[in-house]
């Protein structure tokens, strides 16, 4: 036995403390290994999708007999050779087909896959097919599909409270305004791959980039007729995904899959850019009708919204989205009485799906239009007016869904960062600069964010790990959620580390497979953390329970003198090391294994009456930026940003810190640069990175200040009371779109509200300008 006196030593890489990346060297090295890294096996097939050429048509014929004929071909996939169900829609509605058959509906919508001995000829020859097409009528934005009378692609929602309309007509001031916001593309590093290998009977193993391991599974045994047990998915890490491989990735899988069991061969699958941007869902645009009725200090008293969304031709993940959106449209603010519709209409356009906040950010950024509104018509400073509309006390605490906001915060942080970043002087020193009249016109924002963290469908609010203990020490951790450069698996291996008090190098984070833990979520709705943690908790909480049990039988102590020292532990006044005392745990056949399991509780949702808790807390933060406008040309630059974030009782302040820089980015290039263009022909234009504008090193604020709340600490029982990070943040950048709209407004002296659509452009920015000079 192995006796040591009692240690001061911590362990390295506990919760709450700076750790980096565990995969932050192999990233910058080009070490970490992602799945076309993956050796192929003799004999890999390649496949590649032949893409439609109209945005509606029937399909008179499809000749593929050049296609069969080219060099390198082994065959083709179609809608025929599906040996199950033709589908992968995530919601089961049966309306998003692998291979289109009597007709196409969006410009890109895959209609056959080629399989060749190399992805160079089986690329090749997909251009190769002869379509005769019998065009039809198509529609590519929510309003011409309105005017259409396309319908919906999934049933709408409603929030009501109070009495919108007769509180709107008695209101002293009433606005009315049409707001366009844009969608965005994924733009992940790393594109969509799939790397199917059958395996005896109905097995097959697909190696992909996905952010839904589960979904896929079931999607590819749903294609092949087989049970979800017969399917493998794996996903070792991911070069960004941002929810654009919450659902998408279910195509690439099944055509994957498809082939390697036809032919009995690996088969791998990789878009170029151009047809990944075409092929794949992006963020939805939407056309937002607003109204707003206020009395004379600018305080809110109705609020009426309709949220029309661009959703493509399935229904995909829309309907959670559009809802999202109105669960968002108050963002921090009481709206005594409210009444929000969602119109998420059919287009002719490729379905689109998850993004960063899942709709929150379109619903948000409605809501801090109508702020900038009341400020112009008032003549109030926009903070002044988000401050007389925050959520409160006094029964000012109601959603429109109902739920009350219990752990309001968001007046604290706006407080603290308006004193940090000296708003209050910056802003008068903005005015005096533009009351010159230059070329050069500046402007500053302070927006904040209230954001709601759970999976609307309560069902997805559930997580499972598996820990084992190898006899020599070594811990080997799987859980359901998967890595996308976010940091997951660090933080998850911090809580395990933390509940063993081992260092952090004593575990080993392994790929995430269906094989292990059953049944996973996606790793999206900023819920990686919060589920996975807290069911990796619970396998290590069984674990140790059984280690006491052990120590205090084995030792004949009481197991209140059992306790888990830094790489040790401590049985009455013995201290054995860790790996001493899981021997002996072995050697007495104590079992070392656990499968934990986590559900979120309180949560509930009925969206037949629009009313219940769909979120277990809130995420709150706030962002300061200021701009510089050239009024000639419409170009400008953030000067500066300051922000203050909410993360709770951070697992890994570093990451998190990574994270909401990242997400502030991101939000910034949504509202200002990436902008999708079809042309009338219904073919995306913006389909590459040379004409997608997403924010370069040279785009970021001169002067960026981030920090975290360290105050903070999440009233809930979330691990280590922490809170969600990975989309809160993103909707931060909107304080750079209100800072445009400040500067924009000066040419008039702030007598109007600009009504910038978004993404603000340098020419959006300029045309708002020539609009306001008369």
């Known amino acids: 036995m192995n006796i040591q006196k009692p240690s001061r030593a911590t362990i390295k890489g506990g919760v709450s403390k700076d750790l980096r990346h565990d995969s932050a060297i192999k990233h910058v090295t080009g070490r970490a290994e992602y799945c076309d890294d993956i050796a192929e096996p003799l004999g890999t097939l390649h496949a590649y999708l032949g893409l439609s050429t109209k945005a509606h048509a029937r399909l008179s014929d499809v000749d593929l007999s050049a296609v069969r004929a080219a060099p390198g071909v082994i065959g083709v996939l179609t809608a025929d050779d599906i040996p199950g169900v033709n589908d992968v829609s995530p919601t089961g509605r049966n309306d998003e087909p692998i291979f289109a058959t009597d007709k196409v509906e969006f410009w890109g919508q895959p209609m056959f896959a080629v399989v060749a001995e190399t992805r160079d000829a089986a690329r090749r020859a997909a251009k190769l097919a002869q379509v005769s097409y019998e065009e039809l009528p198509h529609a590519l934005d929510p309003e011409a599909a309105q005017a259409a009378d396309m319908g919906y692609v999934t049933p709408p929602l409603t929030l009501k409270r109070g009495e919108a309309r007769s509180a709107m007509e008695n209101a002293a001031h009433r606005i009315k305004g049409k707001m366009r916001v844009g969608g965005q593309d994924h733009m992940y590093l790393e594109g969509h791959i799939a790397f199917a290998i059958p395996g005896e009977d109905d097995d097959v193993v697909v190696h992909s980039s996905t952010q839904h391991p589960s979904e896929a599974q079931h999607m590819v045994a749903h294609v092949l007729g087989v049970p979800s047990n017969a399917v493998v998915i794996n996903v070792r890490r991911m070069g960004g995904g941002f929810g654009g491989k919450e659902t998408q990735m279910n195509l690439f899988c099944a055509v994957a899959a498809v082939a390697a069991k036809k032919w009995n061969r690996a088969v791998k699958i990789r878009p170029d850019r151009d047809d990944d941007m075409s092929a794949t869902g992006k963020r939805h645009d939407f056309v937002i009708d607003y109204e707003v009725g206020f009395d004379d200090n600018g305080v809110i008293e109705a609020v009426t919204g309709e949220f029309a969304a661009r959703c493509g031709f399935s229904s995909d993940l829309s309907g959670p989205v559009t809802d999202r959106a109105l669960f968002h449209a108050d963002n921090a603010y009481y709206y005594p009485n409210v009444l929000l519709n969602s119109h998420p209409m059919k287009t002719n356009t490729v379905s689109n799906t998850a993004f960063r906040g899942f709709g929150g950010p379109q619903g948000v950024i409605a809501a801090e239009r109508i702020m900038e509104e009341i400020a112009y018509h008032r003549g109030l400073d926009s903070l002044e007016v988000r401050k007389r509309n925050f959520y409160g006390e006094d ?6 869904y109902h739920q009350t906001v219990e752990d309001n915060i968001a007046p604290r942080i706006c407080q603290e960062l308006e004193d940090k970043a000296d708003y209050q002087a910056r802003r008068q020193a903005v005015l005096d600069w533009n009351a010159k009249g230059g ?106 329970e059984r280690l006491v049990a052990f120590a205090a039988e084995h030792w004949n102590t009481d197991a209140g003198h059992v306790r888990f020292l830094p790489n040790a532990v401590q049985v009455g006044d013995e201290i054995i090391s860790f790996p001493d005392f899981i021997k002996q745990a072995y050697m007495a056949r104590v079992h070392l294994s656990a499968a934990g399991f986590y559900k979120t509780p309180k949560i509930h949702w009925n969206r037949d009456t629009g009313q219940g808790r769909p979120f277990y807390y809130y995420a709150y933060g706030a962002a300061c930026s200021e701009v510089s406008v050239d009024t000639l040309t419409g170009e400008y630059r953030v000067e500066r940003t300051d922000i203050l974030h909410d993360v709770g009782k951070s697992l890994n302040p570093i990451i998190d810190i990574g994270q909401i820089e990242g997400a502030f980015i991101q939000g910034m290039g949504w509202l200002t640069t990436e902008e999708l263009w079809w042309d009338s022909a219904g073919q995306l234009r913006t389909h590459a990175p040379s004409t997608y504008k997403i924010p370069l090193a040279s785009d970021r604020p001169r002067v960026f200040n981030v920090e975290l709340a360290k105050w903070s600490e999440n009233k809930e029982h979330t691990i280590k009371r922490s809170k969600a990070v990975g989309e809160p943040p993103f909707m931060l950048g909107i304080s750079v779109f209100e800072a445009l709209s400040h500067a924009v407004a000066s040419v008039d002296d702030y007598k109007t509200c600009p009504r910038l659509d978004a993404p603000a452009t340098p020419e959006r920015v300029l045309m708002a300008i020539e609009r306001l000079r008369g």
């Open 395 to 400: 029964g000012r605490d109601v959603t429109p």
């Open 439 to 544: 070329t050069i016109r500046k402007g500053i924002a302070l927006t904040p964010v209230k954001f709601g963290i759970s999976f609307t469908a309560t069902w997805y609010n559930q997580a499972g790990a598996l820990l084992h203990i190898y006899s020599d020490g070594s811990i080997h951790l799987n859980h359901g959620g998967t890595e996308m450069g976010q940091g997951l698996n660090t933080k998850i291996a911090q809580v395990v580390a933390d509940a063993f008090q081992v260092d952090f190098d004593t575990i080993k984070i392994t790929k995430t497979t269906t094989e292990k833990v059953p049944n996973t979520s996606a790793t999206a709705a900023s819920s990686g953390s919060d589920l996975n943690g807290m069911a990796a908790q619970d396998a290590a909480r069984q674990i140790k």
